[in-house]
């Protein structure tokens, strides 16, 4: 009986050992020493923890690729992340908008401007890096990589395995076998999301939803009393969702302009940084030189708040007297046109 007993004992400690290494392997990196090694090559997404986590949202955007009398170049990345109070990274979302405005040496603009401006994501396999670029992945399947890597991780040991010096994923790498694109710009967007992540409300677990919305329309060709303008607006939101409800909402957006005149020379400072107009702040102007109650940041901050507990069809419900809150509680604090963000959170309970 007792020879039993302990063999039904070291049974059960050998199969708590190989459970423990095991997870560690799924859960942390490749160090696992288990004897078997029948683990697969590229780590599962790890499991996250529990209690409140912080929501963070970051838009980047360069026009660095902008020419005279031919265009105006954007690439703006959008990334969404949660993140614990130890600054582990446990959700990520990664999309990109790669988009242009073209005008000739008279300073007209000869883009279509009601042309729908879709994301890389929402591109898909018609983004054409497989097709035409001779890439193995997609840049979506590419971006998902990264935004997997990124899980369980803190922005330095993001940054110390995702990238060497040439800025993409290390040779020989897992992460390296998926993602071949350059990856420094967007693990830069990981570190810009987590640093503004804070407690908004999600918790552990909790489905995080990234939906972006561009246009051009706000484009304009040049005359001889005004310079013409090249202009992307680009919004985004993170989303946290829980059994169809939202638990945790962030707002940025971004309206970057290349100016050029009537020659179609560009005469922005194509090196200096686009801000947000989170980032703008009060620099943004609607209070000093709109007449606003309340800055933009501010607003879309409210609209988020408001919006918290709610599910998408209580969002779409919104009143709104032409496009403005027609509710008091939120017209309060929110004097802007909302259809934008309503069609957000719309966008991300459809994903």
């Given at each position: ?29 490749n ?12 780590p ?32 703006v990345?959008?990334v ?30 000869t883009?279509?401007?009601t ?51 040439t ?124 007449g ?43 004097t ?5 963000f ?10």
């Amino acid at each position: 009986m007792k020879k039993s007993i302990a063999m039904l004992t070291v049974v059960a400690l050998a199969l708590t050992l190989l459970a423990g290494c095991a997870g560690t392997t799924v859960v942390y990196c490749n160090q696992c020493t288990c004897p078997t090694g029948g683990h697969a090559a590229t780590p599962e997404t790890p499991t996250v923890g529990e209690g409140a986590v912080k929501t963070g949202l970051a838009i980047v955007t360069g026009v660095g690729k902008s020419e005279d009398a031919k265009l105006a170049d954007y690439d703006v990345t959008v990334v969404a992340v949660n993140v614990d109070d130890q600054g582990v990274i446990t959700a990520c979302v990664i999309d990109s908008v790669s988009a242009k405005v073209n005008f000739d040496a008279t300073g007209t603009v000869t883009s279509d401007l009601t042309a729908q401006v879709q994301t890389k994501n929402e591109l898909g396999d018609s983004y054409g890096m497989v097709a035409y670029g001779g890439a193995k992945y997609e840049w979506y399947k590419q971006a998902q990589a990264l935004a997997n890597f990124a899980v369980g991780k803190t922005v330095a040991q993001l940054r110390s395995g995702a990238v060497d010096e040439t800025g993409k994923a290390p040779a020989g790498s897992d992460l390296a076998s998926s993602a071949t694109i350059y990856l420094g710009g967007y693990v830069a967007a990981i570190e810009e999301a987590v640093k503004n992540a804070t407690h908004l409300g999600a918790q552990a677990g909790d489905e995080l939803q990234l939906a972006v919305k561009s246009a051009l329309d706000g484009s304009k060709s040049a005359t001889a009393e005004k310079e013409g303008v090249a202009q992307l607006d680009c919004t985004a939101m993170a989303l946290n969702v829980k059994d169809g409800v939202i638990t945790a909402c962030a707002i940025d957006a971004v309206q970057a302009k290349v100016s050029f005149d009537t020659t179609g020379k560009i005469t922005t400072d194509l090196t200096a940084q686009v801000k947000t107009k989170n980032q703008l702040g009060a620099d943004y102007g609607m209070v000093a030189w709109g007449g606003a109650k309340f800055e933009w940041n501010e607003q879309a901050a409210s609209f988020a708040k408001y919006v918290t507990g709610k599910t998408a069809a209580q969002v779409a419900g919104i009143a709104v007297t032409e496009g403005k809150p027609a509710d008091a509680d939120l017209a309060a604090s929110v004097t802007i046109k909302i259809g934008d963000f309503q069609a957000l959170v719309a966008k991300a309970f459809a994903k």
